[in-house]
């Protein structure tokens, strides 16, 4: 049985380092995402891991972001990550949905992602505003996707940083 969890940082953050370097490779850390998520601390509270066996088999971190002059507060999903050996069996979703749920009961305004249209997309996040965003480096815009959560009506515009301030 697969159960979708809180992350515990002290149990699960070295297996969630692991995978992220088996699935990605070291080369995640090049990344344009990866500078949102520099200097800063992700939100374990929100951040969901699949465990199965009591091993972590699956993870999507969440991370506190502003965005724009007027820094509207948001979330940046990922990476999100699932053990090869269980892909395909809805496990990445499953975590996602989860990631939303708790970002929204929190009161976060909207998410970001970076990834597959294709597959995002199916989970409620929409490519429609990705050309009023800005990176602090090279992004191509066809993977950028937002969602609203708590503000189902904000429409995210302008750079999207760290926020620091929430560590």
């Known amino acids: ?4 969890l809180p ?5 699960d953050a070295s297996e969630i380092e692991a995978l992220y370097d088996y699935t990605f490779g070291p080369g995640h850390f090049a990344k344009t ?3 949102l998520r520099e200097g800063t601390s992700s939100l374990p509270d929100l951040s969901r891991v699949g465990r199965a066996n009591g091993c972590v088999i699956g993870v999507c971190r969440l991370w506190p972001l502003k965005v724009g002059s ?3 507060g948001a979330v940046f999903f990922g990476p999100l990550a699932v053990d090869p050996a269980y892909q395909g069996e809805g496990v990445g979703q499953r975590i996602i949905h989860h990631c939303i749920a708790a970002a929204t009961e929190a009161g976060w305004p909207a998410g970001v992602i970076i990834g597959a249209r294709e ?6 996040f929409s490519a429609q505003h990705a ?3 800005t990176f602090p480096g ?3 815009v066809k993977r950028v996707l937002t969602i609203g959560l708590a503000d189902t009506n904000v ?5 999207v940083r760290a926020d620091k301030a929430v560590c």
């Not at 992350?7 to 149990?11: G, L, S, V, Y």
């Not at 429409?155 to 750079?159: C, E, K, Q, S, V």
């Open 119 to 124: 597959y995002f997309e199916g989970l409620g």
């Open 155 to 159: 429409t995210l515009r302008g750079l």
């Open 7 to 11: 992350e515990d940082p002290c149990r």
């Open 138 to 140: 090279p992004q191509d």
């Open 1 to 4: 049985m697969i159960e979708i």
């Open 70 to 72: 007027d820094a509207v």
């Open 33 to 35: 995402a990866e500078r």
């Open 131 to 133: 050309d009023l965003l």
